[in-house]
């Protein structure tokens, strides 16, 4: 039996996953290029049969009721690591592993670009160039050294114990506010664990690496950049809507933030005159600052590897929601069964 794969209208860059599959001898059913919501008549037509979704589904998402409608589905799989647009609660509870890209390639190369967005703001390189742009010359800011400042990292999980990692021997304090990390885990890295508001009063440089969820939208608010160090600098290669982009204005505008560097936004792509875009004192970068051609040549072959593995009932490479492991084994085994 052919296995049913209903895909995203576009898969954007990542449209070799579907190739790739084909070639195992999936079906492909792609969504309408128009839809922009999952009518009943959508659901009807493609959640029934389907044994698994793939695509990043953004605009549209992969909600509850489509996941419900669903019994034969193993896997929803996202080719990037992101997965906010899957409603991974309802997967959970459905017994449905959802798939994504976290790869070494992609969490390395977040940690790579982090370790340099961190020299970029301590080195003032927003104002430097938008000086030299101006037809100026040595007029910018000095900047600071990197060495005796102090770098926060909003969330130490993958791509913060990377950015950690690289830091390591720039003579910076390390610090990381998150509170499922162990501050053993955390001491190996050489990073001191501390609260949300201490992070935000000792740090020179705060980088934002969570995940967007309904606790971290708009953690960094006004209330939060007003309790950050005066001339701190601020990098979000986290998730967009963590950042509440209008109070990030304000505190620029005003002097008490000095820099900053933007690579996930509130709306994608931002509106293209988004005072952000052209700040003269930030780096602003298009969700793509730690890709790379190793990542986008990884991103197919993971994609393709962890719906097939699922598919076929072994668990997939990498997975979003490892709770949902023993209820998907069960589930698994209950379709092989008939």
């Known amino acids: 039996m052919a296995y049913r794969i209903v895909a995203a209208a576009t898969m954007g860059p990542h449209e070799s996953v579907l190739a790739k599959l084909e070639a195992e001898g999936c079906v492909i059913e792609r969504l309408p290029a128009d839809a922009t919501e999952w009518t009943d008549d959508l659901i009807a037509r493609f959640a029934p049969t389907a044994d698994a979704y793939v695509g990043t ?3 549209i998402g992969l909600p509850r009721e489509v ?6 589905v193993k896997v929803a799989t996202s080719p990037i690591i992101g997965t906010e647009n899957i409603d991974i609660q309802a997967a959970s509870d459905l017994g449905i592993v959802v798939a994504h890209g976290a790869m070494p ?6 940690a790579e670009a982090g370790a340099m967005l961190v020299a970029a703001m301590r080195k003032a390189m927003p104002q430097k160039i938008a000086s030299m742009a101006a037809g100026e010359w040595k007029k910018g800011p000095s900047g600071h050294m990197i060495s005796g400042s102090t770098v926060g990292l909003l969330g130490l999980g993958r791509i913060g114990q990377g950015v950690a990692r690289r830091l390591a021997g720039w003579g910076c304090d390390l610090i990381a506010a998150d509170p499922y990390v162990k501050p053993d885990a955390a001491e190996r890295l050489g990073v001191e664990l501390v609260g949300f508001d201490d992070l935000l009063a000792r740090s020179d440089v705060l980088l934002v690496l969570v995940t ?10 006004a209330s939060a950049l007003a309790r950050m160090k005066p001339g701190a600098a601020l990098i979000n290669i986290g998730r967009g809507g963590c950042v509440d982009e209008a109070a990030l204005i304000a505190a620029l505008d005003s002097g008490h933030i000095s820099g900053a560097a933007i690579d996930t936004w509130e709306e994608e792509p931002p509106a293209p005159d988004h005072p952000l875009r ?3 004192r930030v780096i602003a970068t298009s969700h793509d600052v730690g890709h790379s051609a190793e990542l986008y040549a990884a991103i197919p072959e993971v994609a393709a590897a962890n719906t097939l593995a699922a598919l076929k ?5 990498y997975v979003r929601n490892p709770a949902v492991l023993p209820l998907w084994m069960e589930r698994v085994a209950a379709l092989d069964r008939g």
Do not use: K, Q, Y
């Open 57 to 59: 589904w953004r605009g």
């Open 67 to 72: 996941l419900e409608a669903s019994p034969r």
């Open 105 to 110: 390639e992609n969490f390395d190369g977040m």
């Open 212 to 221: 967007l969820t309904p606790e971290t939208r708009h953690i960094i608010n």
């Open 278 to 280: 052209r700040h003269p």
């Open 313 to 317: 009932g072994e668990v997939p490479a």
